[in-house]
């Protein structure tokens, strides 16, 4: 079975923080994504990464960068956490086929808490 | 612009009861479409997914949906609702400017009776 972990379960930290939220698949997929979910509005792509060094910015980049330095992870970096950040953070990958959309898998999610 | 709508924010129904959960998308050709779960506290989970076929598609837990390409609809059915199937569900559609992404519902929740 695919495996995607996500570092923490639950974290808070202080606004003005630097934040880091780390994800990694054991499958070998080349796509990963980062998502946040808030009550009412679903699921929204933050950024997502179709390679290694690759990325590309999804509906709500604005306040996060991410970085993949290797295959299998995948990292979530808030440079500054404010409080409009509380949130769900949930980290996915698919397998990656060519001009093809593919099943996502889920990492069980990091509720993050910023005060 | 391309959408997927879900118009049942939430739902109850008791256990025992059959369920019909809609999902209507805008996609100007045959889409894959997919249907997830989230459990309380989780990530989501993969129930079913309709690539080409039969439109009629079998999943996980005892889910079906049939794809209906008249009305634009790939609803989510199960004939007997468990108290264990009280969770978020969500319908998806590959983003067709980049398919490696997806465009997801809003979701739908469903609570069940005892």
């Known amino acids: 079975d695919v495996k995607v972990t996500q570092s923490s379960r639950y974290l808070v930290k202080r606004t003005g923080e630097k934040v880091f939220l780390e994800c990694v698949q054991d499958m070998d997929h080349e796509n990963m994504f980062w998502y946040r979910q808030d009550p009412g509005l679903g699921l929204r792509l933050i950024y997502f990464s179709y390679d290694v060094k690759m990325k590309e910015k999804g509906d709500i980049p604005e306040g996060y960068s991410v970085s993949r330095e290797k295959k299998e992870r995948f990292s979530l970096i808030l440079e500054s956490a404010s409080t409009n950040q509380t949130s769900m953070y949930l980290c996915?990958?698919?397998?990656?086929?060519?001009?093809?959309?593919?099943?996502?898998?889920f990492g069980p999610g990091t509720r993050l808490t910023v005060l | 612009a391309q959408s997927v709508t879900q118009p049942d924010i939430h739902i109850t129904v008791s256990e025992g009861a059959s369920l019909e959960l809609r999902c209507n998308y805008s996609?100007?050709?045959?889409?894959?479409l997919f249907w997830y779960v989230q459990s309380p506290g989780q990530g989501l989970q993969l129930l079913l997914k309709y690539f080409s076929g039969d439109t009629l598609v079998q999943g996980i837990k005892g889910f079906e949906a049939e794809f209906k390409r008249s009305q634009s609809s790939f609803n989510l059915r199960k004939p007997s609702v468990h108290w264990s199937d009280a969770a978020e569900y969500f319908c998806?559609?590959?983003?067709?400017?980049?398919?490696?992404?997806?465009?997801w519902g809003l979701g739908t929740s469903l609570a069940v009776n005892p």
């Open positions: 998806a559609v590959p983003n067709a400017g980049n398919n490696r992404k997806l465009i």
């Open positions: 996915a990958s698919s397998f990656g086929l060519a001009h093809t959309s593919d099943t996502q898998y």
């Open positions: 996609y100007g050709a045959t889409p894959y």
